[in-house]
């Protein structure tokens, strides 16, 4: 049996006391049926790794013992990782690049949930408050090269997802056709991109977007003279169309 099959719901936004933006999310624990459930105040710049590390506190686990789920479109996820039991004896099916509905997948540390998350790895929701508030850790302000260079070939990789190159050559379509000026393809540009960074950005310890994208740019900075990034550079804007 596989787990049910929901459409993830929008985060909801709001603001923290000390005018912190913050999502709401539910959480719930990765079994069928009815589940209890708790609220997450993620707060801004908090990602699944900050959210595991508080829960393992109160529940006294190890981190690596627990993780977290979301139902995603199978061409939104970069962690293609069916959960639930199979039959057994069978052998692992190679999931399908798109699907009709979403899957399970499980979360890497440094994602920023998009909606309800199941809870991996535990019996219950016990000892978890009714709302748990997670903040950020500190935000980076620098890259080495070579992390440079692995943040540039995630970007790639985001920015050559299907989704995202239909819009970007619809995009370009109509910056052809209509003569669009370039300050407004930049925005319209910045839009479609806004879903892929903000599966990125986080993951290296930057802000989601827009906020994370000039700290990012300012950490790639120094390396830009760099023949190695230089390159990476030229591969990047040649996907946007720039």
């Not at 589940?35 to 993620?42: A, G, Y």
């Not at 302000?141 to 995202?164: F, G, M």
Request: include cysteine; glycine fraction near 6%.
């Amino acid at each position: 049996a596989s787990l049910h099959h929901t459409l993830p719901t929008p985060p909801y936004l709001s603001g923290s006391a000390d005018g912190v933006m913050a999502q709401w999310l539910d959480l719930q624990l990765l079994q069928q049926g009815f589940q209890p459930q708790r609220k997450i105040q993620l707060l801004e710049g908090a990602t699944v790794g900050d959210i595991l590390k508080k829960i393992s506190e109160y529940k006294k686990v190890p981190q690596s013992q627990i993780f977290l789920t979301e139902a995603r479109w199978t061409d939104n996820a970069h962690c293609l990782c069916r959960m639930g039991p199979k039959t057994a004896g069978a052998l692992e099916a190679p999931i399908p690049y798109s699907a009709a509905v979403p899957i399970q997948v499980k979360l890497h540390r440094n994602e920023v949930p998009e909606s309800c998350v199941s809870l991996g790895g535990v019996e219950d929701l016990d000892d978890l408050p009714n709302i748990l508030t997670v903040e950020a850790k500190v935000l980076r302000t620098s890259l080495t090269k070579e992390e440079c260079l692995q943040l540039q070939d995630d970007l790639i990789a985001a920015y050559s997802e299907d989704s995202v190159q239909e819009r970007l050559n619809k995009l370009k379509d109509r910056f052809e056709k209509e003569g669009l000026a370039g300050n407004k393809y930049a925005r319209l540009l910045s839009d479609i991109l806004l879903p892929a960074q903000r599966k990125v950005l986080p993951r290296w310890g930057f802000e989601a977007p827009p906020k994370g994208v000039p700290q990012m740019l300012a950490a790639i900075h120094p390396h830009e003279v760099d023949p190695d990034v230089d390159l990476k550079a030229v591969i990047l804007n040649a996907l946007l169309g720039l």
